[in-house]
């Protein structure tokens, strides 16, 4: 079992910077593909940005130069780096972690709000 622990949201302006971290337990992190996805009231939940155990990186065309994912191994950690943030960015945004071993097991946060307003 996988323990995944979100943190970093908050209320920011339009324009502003947030740094999103997740955290996840177990001794093969490093092997670990790693997502942040997001949901949005009455939406569905949508795939932000990905990185894998390789260390390569996609993102959604909506946050594209804007968002940058990154992880550092041994502190277990993954983080979400948020610039010029806009409304359209309100969401929860939750953590996800794929893990594959023979099988493959998925395991997500409880999720952090992140609030971009006036």
């Known amino acids: 079992q996988v323990q995944v622990v979100e943190s970093g949201g908050g209320l920011v302006q339009p324009g502003e910077s947030l740094r999103l971290s997740c955290q996840a337990s177990?001794?093969?992190?490093?092997?670990?593909?790693m997502d942040w996805y997001r949901q949005a009231p009455g939406e569905q939940r949508e795939l932000v940005a990905t990185?894998?155990?390789?260390?390569?990186?996609t993102y959604a065309d909506s946050v594209r130069g804007r968002f940058t994912i990154s992880r550092v191994n041994n502190k277990n950690t993954v983080y979400l780096q948020m610039n010029n943030l806009k409304p359209e960015d309100t969401a929860v945004y939750y953590c996800?972690?794929?893990?594959?071993?023979?099988?493959?097991?998925?395991?997500w946060g409880q999720g952090t709000q992140v609030t971009v307003s006036t």
């Open positions: 996800h972690v794929r893990v594959v071993i023979g099988t493959i097991a998925e395991y």
């Open positions: 177990g001794r093969i992190f490093s092997s670990y593909h």
């Open positions: 990185i894998t155990s390789g260390v390569r990186t």
